[in-house]
């Protein structure tokens, strides 16, 4: 069974830092890897969708990166601003229980950026 | 941003009575989905559609329905509604091949059974 993990739970830092956040699953025959970010009271937003065939995508100042053989992605933040604050979750894509449709998600990471 | 309307946006009913959820969607996209999500466990599955007339369950079905007779419209609906399914829930598409879609997400629909 697949299983996702984000770790850490809670993260604090100060404005201007370059952060990352680690996602973590335990199979790793994965269609693709995608990165939201949730404002509290509010859906997901998409950030990054990596296909299994990816080593990573890019947009503005986020970076993620997929190795599948070490079941790890991470999301990289440059330059963080109060604005980033949210929590930030993976979900990755298995043939889980036989069907495709199926996105496993982790239970995210808190980041605050302090002004 | 994705066209994806759900509604109500909020609502607080008593246990035993029914309840339907609506997400709507404007970009004429073939997957939908509807998931909960509650502290602790992260977003779960409930159902999903893969086109018209065509469902299937997901991860926590038992306790709920869903119907999609229009593309742009797929309803959740709990028929007897309790306590443990007091929850948020959120509505998704995909506009592509199940194993290589990206996700779109409606705001959420807040659910409170008494």
């Known amino acids: 069974k697949q299983e996702v993990t984000q770790i850490p739970a809670a993260l604090s830092v100060p404005e201007g830092e370059n952060l990352v956040l680690n996602c973590s699953f335990t199979?790793?025959?994965?269609?693709?890897l995608q990165w939201f970010r949730q404002d509290p009271g509010k859906g997901l937003t998409s950030l990054l969708l990596?296909?299994?065939?990816?080593r990573e995508q890019t947009s503005g100042r986020l970076n993620a990166s997929l190795d599948k053989s070490s079941g790890r992605s991470t999301l990289y933040i440059a330059a963080s601003q109060p604005g980033d604050s949210a929590t930030y979750l993976c979900?990755?894509?298995?043939?889980?229980?036989?069907?495709?449709?199926?996105?496993?998600f982790g239970t995210g990471t808190l980041l605050a950026v302090q002004p | 941003d994705a066209g994806i309307t759900q509604s109500p946006r909020h609502k607080v009913t008593e246990t035993g009575t029914p309840v339907t959820l609506r997400c709507h969607q404007t970009?004429?996209?073939?997957?939908m989905y509807w998931y909960r999500q509650d502290p602790g466990h992260g977003l779960r599955l409930i159902h999903y559609?893969?086109?018209?007339?065509?469902?299937d369950k997901g991860e926590v079905s038992d306790g709920y329905s869903v119907s999609r007779s229009k593309t742009e419209d797929f309803l959740l609906t709990l028929e007897s509604a309790t306590s443990s399914q007091t929850s948020v829930y959120f509505c998704?598409?995909?506009?592509?091949?199940?194993?290589?879609?990206?996700?779109?997400f409606g705001e959420g629909s807040r659910l409170t059974v008494l």
């Open positions: 998704a598409i995909s506009p592509l091949a199940a194993s290589t879609g990206e996700l779109f």
């Open positions: 199979d790793s025959a994965i269609y693709n």
């Open positions: 990596i296909q299994s065939s990816q």
């Open positions: 979900a990755v894509r298995t043939n889980y229980g036989g069907a495709t449709n199926k996105l496993i």
């Open positions: 970009e004429n996209h073939r997957y």
């Open positions: 559609s893969y086109g018209v007339k065509d469902t």
